[in-house]
């Protein structure tokens, strides 16, 4: 791997300060609980290594019944954030990718965020838990294509031009905005790199720039509508913070297939679940029957 040249250093800069002027508008006198504290420490310990971290929050928030369904995507977004920016500040430190590239995909993805979360943050429940019920099945999807290594075999570039930069901003702009509903973008960013014939370490610092960049933006939209969880927002983000130093130092040692299969099985589940609570949802809208809080 090789060092980043100097406008890297800049992006790292530029994201640093994105960082602190999130904590400055989310700082707050709640206490989270020590399981959102140890769900966040377990699930961004998964997403350091390239697991993702959103379809495994999803599943733990849904067995616990931990919220509303309709406050999961602005706490996945929110809570995850800082974990995010620590990764990516790791990542592209000792991942080189072209600059051009690397602020190009980024760029894409945060304004599809910016532009989803406006529109998820105002979404009724059922079309929430329909769309992440989706989501997760997607996730699952994905997760058993890189086991089972349904992808292009691996490139060597680690830059895009032409006709095949325009696909890849294209697409990341699309997963950004899927960020926001709780669609997790690592998965799909390392299947479309390989794609695109870059070298999959690559994925790395795209991935975790694309979602570092966009998750304050995104999250701060979901704070102005108070569509998430306190609580547990801090939880994940202290948690996610004392596991990502942790993850980075093995994610290149571990052999992490069996670990996804086990991933797979919990968010189909969770998935059905949600999907479930979608359809009583619906029943209980047509029977007119008030919803008890």
Not at 108 to 119: I, K, M, P, T
Not at 197 to 225: E, Q, T, V
Not at 265 to 285: K, T
């Amino acid at each position: 791997m090789n060092a980043p040249d100097r406008p890297s250093f800049i992006l790292l800069g530029v994201l640093v300060v994105l960082a602190l002027f999130f904590i400055w508008r989310w700082l707050d006198k709640e206490r989270p609980g020590i399981l959102d504290v140890l769900t966040g420490f377990v699930t961004n310990f998964f997403d350091t290594l390239g697991i993702g971290s959103f379809a495994t929050t999803t599943a733990i928030f849904k067995f616990r019944h931990r919220m509303p369904d309709e406050q999961i995507p602005g706490t996945l977004n929110i809570g995850h954030a800082l974990p995010t920016v620590v990764q990516a500040l790791i990542y592209i430190s000792i991942i080189q990718v072209q600059f051009a590239t690397l602020v190009s995909m980024i760029g894409a993805a945060v304004l599809g965020a910016w532009l989803g979360a406006g529109v998820v943050s105002r979404l009724p429940r059922r079309a929430i838990q329909i769309g992440m019920g989706v989501a997760l099945l997607v996730a699952a999807m994905l997760f058993a294509m890189r086991n089972l290594d349904v992808k292009p075999g691996p490139g060597e570039a680690h830059a895009l031009s032409g006709g095949l930069l325009l696909v890849g901003v294209g697409v990341n702009f699309v997963l950004g905005a899927l960020m926001t509903l709780g669609i997790g973008l690592y998965a799909p960013c390392l299947i479309l790199v390989s794609m695109l014939g870059m070298n999959p370490d690559a994925a790395f610092p795209i991935m975790m720039g694309s979602c570092a960049f966009l998750m304050p933006p995104a999250g701060l939209r979901f704070i102005a509508r108070g569509r998430y969880n306190l609580k547990a927002s801090l939880g994940l983000a202290l948690g996610g913070a004392l596991a990502v130093p942790l993850a980075a130092s093995l994610v290149f040692k571990l052999p992490i297939t069996h670990l996804r299969w086990l991933v797979i099985f919990v968010v189909v589940f969770a998935a059905v679940m949600m999907l479930r609570s979608a359809v009583l949802e619906s029943r209980r809208a047509s029977a007119q029957v008030p919803e008890q809080v």
